[in-house]
């Protein structure tokens, strides 16, 4: 059974930094991608950040330049650096991971969220 452990969330000003982490484990043959949702009350779930096998990163453009996705294959572990956070960005935070999985095949995981409150 795959498990994503996700750390880093709390309460920050406006304007600070949180790091985010995301450890998957449980029969992981190979992690396809990483990636980072979120969702503010009341609204969709939505994509925030992706890194793939090869390193290949793609970021929704509200966080461009601001946020920055990166992975630690020996860890099957993905992080999420948030710099310069804005109260817009308040929201749970997910962690969704692409894995192949030994007897289970190719399947999507999600953590269980990590809330994040930026104050003004």
């Known amino acids: 059974q795959v498990q994503l452990v996700e750390s880093g969330g709390g309460l920050v000003q406006a304007g600070g930094s949180l790091r985010l982490s995301c450890a998957a484990s449980?029969?992981?043959?190979?992690?396809?991608?990483m990636a980072w949702y979120r969702q503010a009350p009341g609204l969709q779930r939505e994509f925030i950040a992706r890194?793939?096998?090869?390193?290949?990163?793609t970021y929704t453009d509200p966080v461009k330049g601001r946020f920055t996705i990166s992975r630690d294959n020996a860890k099957n572990t993905v992080y999420l650096q948030m710099n310069s956070l804005k109260p817009e960005d308040t929201a749970v935070y997910f962690c969704?991971?692409?894995?192949?999985?030994?007897?289970?095949?190719?399947?999507?995981?999600w953590g269980q969220g990590t809330q994040v409150t930026v104050s003004s």
């Open positions: 890194i793939v096998t090869d390193g290949t990163t």
């Open positions: 969704n991971v692409a894995a192949t999985v030994l007897f289970v095949g190719s399947r999507n995981y």
């Open positions: 449980g029969g992981i043959f190979t992690i396809n991608s």
